[in-house]
């Protein structure tokens, strides 16, 4: 993302209740607010995800490679489906669940240029 303002990011993205894995690209950006911490998702392939902020930073582990099983209210029933949903958590592969989410915006890789 080098050569982009973060300004021109905002201008240019779209902010969603909702989104599916099925509707992002390789290169596009997820940022997901949740209650407590803000985190960037960027899409590397098909079921992988590289990810910063929140606890990974916390832990000294950013930015990393991971996958995201999906969201979920706090329980077992989670919605594989979705990557981020307003008011759900999201769960990443090792097993982290994040504060319910608050705000989605997302970054389509073709807007980066």
């Given at each position: 993302m080098t050569g982009v303002s973060l300004q021109g990011l905002v201008d240019r993205a779209d902010t969603e209740k909702e989104v599916c894995r099925s509707d992002l690209r390789v290169g596009d950006y997820v940022?997901?607010?949740?209650?407590?911490?803000?985190?960037?998702i960027m899409v590397?392939?098909?079921?992988t995800y590289r990810v910063s902020g929140g606890w990974f930073d916390r832990q000294g582990l950013s930015p990393v490679t991971t996958s995201i099983a999906g969201c979920t209210w706090g329980?077992?029933?989670i919605k594989v489906n979705?990557?981020?949903?307003?008011?759900l958590c999201?769960?990443?592969?090792?097993?982290?669940?994040?504060?319910?989410?608050?705000?989605?915006?997302?970054?389509?890789?073709?807007n980066l240029s």
């Open positions: 940022f997901v607010v949740t209650c407590n911490s803000l985190y960037t590397e392939g098909e079921r329980g077992s029933l979705v990557l981020a949903s307003c008011g999201l769960e990443f592969g090792n097993r982290l669940i994040t504060s319910p989410i608050q705000k989605i915006i997302v970054v389509r890789r073709e």
